[in-house]
């Protein structure tokens, strides 16, 4: 059974940084690309960022390009989320989800399986 | 970046059928996936590609499209569809490797 559990989430000045984690299981890891999408309360979802199954491909929104940065570690199953320079609008449930098919290159738009999600808020 | 639309709220009988649209200049060239989301829990995908169903998602969810605009068909709404239906798409606008979402289409079953 895929399993995506994300962590890492709380409570945090603006300004200051944090990093999300998403620990996953129950599929082969490193063979599909990763995508972190949020959704600030009460509101829809948006793309954060992308990373594809070797890293070699990583794409992030305008919104936060510059100041978030996604990393994975396929030995730890593991993708991860630095998020720095944040901002009351980064509030949100941040979800890690798997493209829904294996992808040579980049990623695919298509998530077949998204985690409960981790809330980030930026407040002081 | 490019934009998806979707109407905010569509309502349908019970076991009557609905359409939810997404339309956006992205889906000229790419297909939508459409994701199903209850209070409180996560997204869920129901249709990707041309109309491809992963599996444990009832054959009364269908998906199409044509030009600009992508649709989700649900024939027989049952009372367990009431939630909110996201469309997303590659951006066909600058990167088009990044991803795109709709607004969500609330889906209330009467």
């Known amino acids: 059974e895929v399993q995506l559990v994300e962590s890492g989430g709380g409570l945090v000045q603006p300004g200051r940084s944090l990093r999300l984690s998403c620990a996953a299981s129950g599929f082969t890891f490193d063979d599909y690309a990763m995508h972190w999408v949020r959704q600030a309360p009460g509101k829809g979802l948006e793309w954060v960022s992308g990373i594809s199954w070797n890293s070699g491909s990583i794409g992030y929104a305008d919104s936060v390009k510059g100041r978030f940065t996604i990393s994975r570690d396929n030995a730890k199953n593991s993708l991860y989320l630095q998020m720095n320079s944040l901002r009351a609008e980064d509030t949100a449930l941040y979800y890690c989800?798997?493209?829904?098919?294996?992808?040579?290159?980049?990623?695919?738009?298509?998530?077949?399986?998204w985690g409960q999600g981790t809330l980030v808020t930026v407040s002081s | 970046s490019s934009e998806l639309t979707q109407d905010p709220a569509v309502s349908v009988a019970l076991g009557q059928t609905v359409r939810i649209t997404c339309q956006g200049d992205?889906?000229?060239?790419?297909?939508a996936s459409w994701y199903q989301q209850k209070p409180g829990q996560a997204p869920v995908l129901v249709i990707y590609g041309k109309n491809n169903r992963p599996s444990g998602i009832p054959d009364r969810f269908s998906g199409s499209s044509s030009g600009n605009t992508a649709s989700l068909t649900i024939t027989g709404a049952q009372a367990e569809d009431e939630a909110d239906y996201y469309c997303n798409s590659r951006d066909s606008s600058g990167n088009h490797q990044n991803v795109v979402f709709g607004g969500g289409t609330k889906l209330t079953v009467l």
């Open positions: 989800a798997k493209d829904h098919a294996k992808t040579s290159s980049s990623w695919s738009p298509t998530l077949g399986y």
């Open positions: 992205s889906l000229r060239s790419y297909y």
